[in-house]
C-alpha cells in the first residue's frame, strides 16, 4: 500500500488532558491549556509533514461554558493571545483557517480575530485546520436544520449535510481523543458516522508527532467497510490495482 492510501485525509481530534497534565504538575489548570496550544502548533506541523489535508480540532465546547468562571475567562485570553501570535505562522506553512461553533455569543474581540485569521488565510492551501470553538454536535445538527427549514428546502441528508458547519471539507477519517475518555463529548455527532475512532491515553500537552504516527499506523490497519463485506472491498481495490 502507497502512504497516500493509508494517511488520513482528514484527522479530527478531541484535544483532552489538558487539566489533569497541569494537576499532575501542582501548576494552575490554566498552564495546562497553555501547553494545549504548543501541542496544537506541533500537530499542525506534523500533519502537514505527514501528508493530512484537514485537521479539525475541538477546542471549546457549548458545554465548557459550565466550567468555573475564571478558567472560562482564562481560556477566552488564551484564544485571543494564541490568534495573535500564531496566526501569521500558520498562513506560512499554508494553513487555511476555520473557525467552527456559534459565534453570537463570543466577544467582539474574539469575533474579529476569528474574521481576520479566516480572512488572512483563505488562499493557503496545504492544510485546511477547522478550530472548533464554542461548538457542539446538536448545535450544529439544529442550526443546518435551521437553515434548510428556512431555505424552504426537504430535510434530507444531502440538504443537511449541505449546511452543516463543515460543509466546506469531507467527512473525517481518523476521530482521534486524547486524555483516556472513551466518549464523543457532543463534538462530530453527524460527520464521524463512519469515522475511524482511535483513543490514547496520552494528555493532551504531552501529545506530538510520536503518538500522531501511533495512530496513524493503528488507522492504516482497519477496513472501512461501509456496511459492505470484506470480500467487496478487497475485490474493489484489486480492480483500481488493474485499471
Ligand atoms: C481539554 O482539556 C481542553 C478543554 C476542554 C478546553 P480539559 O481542560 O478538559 O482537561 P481535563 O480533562 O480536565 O484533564
Ligand atoms: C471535550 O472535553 C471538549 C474539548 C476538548 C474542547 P471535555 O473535557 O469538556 O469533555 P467531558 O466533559 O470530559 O466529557
Ligand atoms: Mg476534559
Known sequence: MTPSTTIPRHIAIVMDG????????????????????????RCVSACIERGVRVLTVFAFSSENWNRPQDEVSGLMNLLAGALAREVPGLSQEGVQLHFVGERASLSDKVKAGF???????????????????????RWDIAQAAERVAAQGL???EGNLSAAMALSHVADPDLLIRTGGESRISNFLLWQTAYSELYFSTALWPEFGAEQLDAAIADFATRERRFGQISEQIKHSSQQRVVA
Open 154 to 156: 426537504p430535510m434530507t
Open 18 to 41: 489538558n487539566g489533569r497534565w497541569a494537576k499532575q504538575r501542582f501548576l494552575p489548570r490554566l498552564a495546562g491549556h497553555k501547553q494545549g496550544v504548543e501541542a496544537l502548533r
Open 115 to 137: 474574521a481576520q485569521a479566516e480572512t488572512s488565510t483563505a488562499a493557503n492551501h496545504r492544510l485546511i485546520l477547522n478550530v472548533c470553538f464554542n461548538y457542539g454536535g
